[in-house]
């Protein structure tokens, strides 16, 4: 048996540099030398406990990057092609896949929570599941391809258009590429809010206009901007119970809300200030195929530019330090694991 260094879940709180056995390919899949692995919202809470399906001990990781070292099956790609990974998994067969909606799948499942993923040296992926990366764009930016096709998916499925006042509540890295995306569809001023200075430094960074919710009532903020308006389309990425209400009285009449997070308690919600004001309201769940591809081909020619979100880089074994910095919002923002370092 040939073993593999790999970053381990290990129990509530416990990640862990371990071992794992190298993968054994399968009819259709490609072994992938692991480049670059993102810490995401999701890594976090498997690491607190709280993720329903995943099971420890578990290599974490469902954004990544990195090079084909085998291939089992036909492809059109070759050894050594650089990849970045299209970690969600379907059945192909219920209703939404057979409707060309799999990402929606009843039983939909990602590498890096229901297998193991990029926080190893190498990984098993299915031949269908990877995408070429262009040689303009580097392992690290690669392996924000899934992140960034989320903006994409949120704001193809909001109606933001020329012109639009939109308000993202949330500065964390979706959040982040929600307003770069929705400034690419048109949106002419976007406010974010967030209680972090540190995130917020980082909107302000890329342009946007920052509300300090600790400091400012961010409804009466935006209300204020609009001629007591409100926002046209309302962005809720954080996924508390305040944001949930504030998703509602900070969007103008007849104007949209999109829900990005998933809720860890459901939210109580005030209902009939939507219904008096017409207020319509749509969800969001990760990205299509087409949105991945469209994702790589925007950061690949200079559209969405995620340097500023990379706050680390760190190696394998420094993959402990990267889950304690994640939990202070203060210090950090996108984290890289980097097995080759």
């Known amino acids: ?10 129990s509530e709180k416990n990640v862990a540099l371990g071992t794992l056995e190298k993968p054994t390919l399968k009819q259709g899949e490609a072994l992938i030398k692991v480049s670059s692995a993102g810490i995401c919202g ?3 809470m498997i690491y607190f406990g709280k993720h329903p399906r995943a099971k420890a001990p578990l290599a974490m990781g469902h954004e990544f990057s990195g090079v084909i070292e085998e291939i089992n099956g036909d492809s059109t790609f070759s050894v050594g ?4 990974v299209e970690p969600t998994i379907s059945c192909g067969k219920c209703d939404a896949c057979l409707s060309g909606n799999s990402h929606v799948c009843k039983t939909l499942g990602l590498i890096g929570i229901d297998s193991h ?5 190498y990984v098993a992926v299915p031949l269908h599941r990877l995408h070429e990366v262009p040689n303009t764009l580097s392992d690290a930016h690669a392996a924000l391809a899934e992140p960034v096709a989320v903006g994409i998916h949120t704001v193809r499925r909001s109606n933001v258009k020329v012109g639009d006042t939109v308000l993202v509540l949330g500065a964390g890295p979706i959040g982040l590429l929600i ?3 929705a400034k690419l569809a048109g949106a002419e001023k976007i406010f974010i809010s967030d209680i972090s200075p540190y995130r917020l430094g980082k909107a302000e960074e890329l342009g946007f206009i920052v509300l300090d919710s600790k400091k400012v009532d961010v409804v009466e903020e935006v209300k204020a901007a609009t001629n007591g308006n409100g926002a046209d389309v309302v962005f809720e990425v954080a996924g508390n119970n305040i944001t949930a209400n504030q998703m509602i009285h900070a969007c103008r009449t007849q104007g949209q809300i999109v829900v990005v997070s998933v809720f860890k308690q459901p939210p109580t919600i005030d209902l009939a200030a939507m219904h008096f004001r017409e207020l319509s309201l749509t969800t969001t769940r990760c990205y299509s195929h087409s949105d991945f591809a469209t994702a790589i081909s925007m950061m690949a ?6 340097t500023t979100l990379i706050s680390h880089q760190l190696p394998l074994n420094e993959i402990e330090k990267g889950f304690q910095l994640m939990t202070n919002p ?3 923002l996108k984290i890289l694991i980097q097995p080759s370092m």
């Open 81 to 84: 092609d650089r990849i970045v």
């Open 301 to 306: 020619n200079g559209q969405i530019d995620v």
């Open 330 to 332: 203060e210090e950090s």
């Open 117 to 121: 993923g990029g926080f190893a040296e």
């Open 1 to 10: 048996m040939t073993v593999m260094k790999a970053g381990l879940y290990l």
């Open 179 to 181: 307003a770069l995306t």
């Open 42 to 44: 999701t890594d976090m």
